[in-house]
């Protein structure tokens, strides 16, 4: 099968074409015909930073990519649930033991796949996984329920866009923040109050949104030095969740609020093999959402091959993307 692997890693560390050996379906596992996976900005980690500075990055050569939609072409042992000519979607490698997406054909656990949404094409499936489960356990960490006013700091990112969209559903009164015209259109083409961080601080739009009490649920998907702002925006005894929180920070606001903060890592039960089947779980229920209306995938705009996947992590990294780069397979 045709593949696109990384000799070594480094910011410029280019993809090279190889002829690998086609996988062999194992217990519990399924072969999937790739048709497109999505760049994620833990992909572009992996690449840049290599194993000296992220442990979980592959052994070289590695075959990276972890989200993926396409047909089952082949069944382990012992698989219940699918079968040969099912599409499906999910999250299932590209990082420590666990070849990934950006081949032809992808062996796959299926704990962490599900049946792909019906009426999603490939591209738009292969967009979700990853931001999708982040989203969802994000939210239901935080304890998000109706009449509750939730903030999502940057609401047209990957996981941003899905976290807006489901906790409309979920009954909350959603706010998010982003900057520029269209990203702010964005937001408040999913119903929710688009909020331009570049002209808005934290104390004015907390006052013109809640009356100043704060929001019950914040789920920050900037991180970083932004983890304070969240933090301010919070009500007392609210929720922060954070996907990116990989910083030394004062944790005093939080004390003095009654803060509870959540620290989402979806990569957890891949990397460690434990509560796999919680993936398989929500990619099922995300699913539902899509095929109900309730939920639908934001793409960047551009298309890409897989001879051109340094192109499309270049554009991720740009900054310039909105929503998911997908690279097309099949």
């Given at each position: 099968?045709?593949?696109?692997i990384?000799?070594s890693?480094?910011n410029?560390?280019?993809?090279?074409?190889a002829d690998?050996?086609?996988p062999e379906?194992?217990p519990?596992?399924?072969?999937?015909?790739l048709?497109?996976?999505?760049?994620?900005?833990?992909?572009?980690?992996?690449?840049q930073?290599g194993?000296?500075?992220?442990?979980?990055?592959?052994?070289?050569p590695a075959?990276?990519?972890m989200?993926?939609?396409g047909?089952?072409d082949?069944?382990?042992?012992g698989?219940?649930?699918f079968?040969?000519?099912?599409?499906?979607y999910?999250?299932?490698g590209?990082l420590?033991?666990?070849?990934?997406?950006?081949?032809e054909?992808?062996?796959?656990?299926?704990r962490?796949?599900a049946?792909k949404?019906k009426?999603?094409?490939m591209?738009?499936?292969a967009a979700l996984p990853l931001v999708?489960?982040?989203?969802m356990e994000?939210?239901q960490r935080a304890?998000?329920?109706a009449g509750q006013?939730?903030l999502?700091?940057g609401?047209t990112?990957?996981?941003?866009?899905?976290?807006v969209?489901?906790a409309?559903?979920?009954?909350?009164?959603?706010?998010?923040?982003?900057g520029?015209?269209?990203?702010?259109?964005?937001?408040r083409s999913?119903?929710a109050t688009?909020i331009?961080y570049?002209t808005?601080s934290?104390?004015?739009?907390?006052?013109?949104?809640t009356?100043?009490?704060?929001?019950?649920?914040?789920?920050d998907t900037?991180?970083?030095?932004?983890m304070?702002?969240?933090?301010?925006?919070?009500?007392?005894?609210?929720q922060?969740?954070s996907?990116?929180?990989?910083l030394e920070?004062?944790?005093?606001?939080v004390h003095?609020?009654?803060?509870s903060?959540?620290v989402?890592f979806?990569?957890?039960?891949?990397?460690?093999?434990?509560?796999?089947?919680t993936?398989?779980a929500i990619?099922t229920e995300l699913?539902?959402?899509?095929d109900?209306?309730?939920?639908t995938p934001?793409l960047?705009n551009t298309?890409?091959?897989?001879d051109?996947?340094?192109?499309?992590?270049?554009?991720?990294?740009?900054?310039q993307a909105?929503g998911?780069?997908?690279?097309?397979?099949?």
């Amino acid at each position: 099968m045709k593949a696109m692997i990384l000799n070594s890693y480094g910011n410029d560390a280019p993809f090279l074409a190889a002829d690998l050996p086609r996988p062999e379906p194992k217990p519990g596992y399924v072969l999937v015909r790739l048709a497109a996976t999505s760049v994620n900005t833990v992909d572009t980690m992996i690449r840049q930073l290599g194993q000296e500075n992220l442990p979980l990055a592959p052994d070289l050569p590695a075959l990276l990519g972890m989200d993926f939609a396409g047909t089952i072409d082949a069944v382990g042992d012992g698989v219940d649930g699918f079968a040969i000519g099912d599409e499906v979607y999910g999250c299932a490698g590209g990082l420590a033991d666990l070849p990934g997406a950006l081949a032809e054909y992808m062996l796959a656990d299926t704990r962490l796949i599900a049946h792909k949404p019906k009426r999603l094409s490939m591209r738009e499936a292969a967009a979700l996984p990853l931001v999708g489960i982040t989203a969802m356990e994000g939210l239901q960490r935080a304890g998000t329920r109706a009449g509750q006013s939730v903030l999502v700091h940057g609401g047209t990112g990957g996981v941003g866009h899905l976290a807006v969209q489901i906790a409309r559903h979920l009954g909350a009164t959603v706010s998010a923040t982003g900057g520029g015209d269209a990203q702010l259109d964005i937001i408040r083409s999913y119903g929710a109050t688009a909020i331009n961080y570049r002209t808005e601080s934290v104390a004015d739009y907390v006052a013109t949104q809640t009356g100043g009490a704060g929001f019950d649920v914040v789920f920050d998907t900037v991180g970083g030095a932004n983890m304070t702002n969240s933090f301010e925006a919070a009500a007392l005894n609210g929720q922060v969740a954070s996907t990116v929180s990989l910083l030394e920070l004062d944790l005093t606001p939080v004390h003095f609020k009654g803060l509870s903060l959540h620290v989402v890592f979806m990569l957890i039960p891949m990397l460690h093999d434990v509560g796999r089947e919680t993936h398989g779980a929500i990619l099922t229920e995300l699913a539902r959402l899509v095929d109900a209306g309730a939920v639908t995938p934001l793409l960047d705009n551009t298309s890409f091959t897989l001879d051109q996947v340094g192109d499309a992590h270049a554009r991720l990294t740009s900054g310039q993307a909105i929503g998911k780069v997908v690279i097309d397979i099949a």
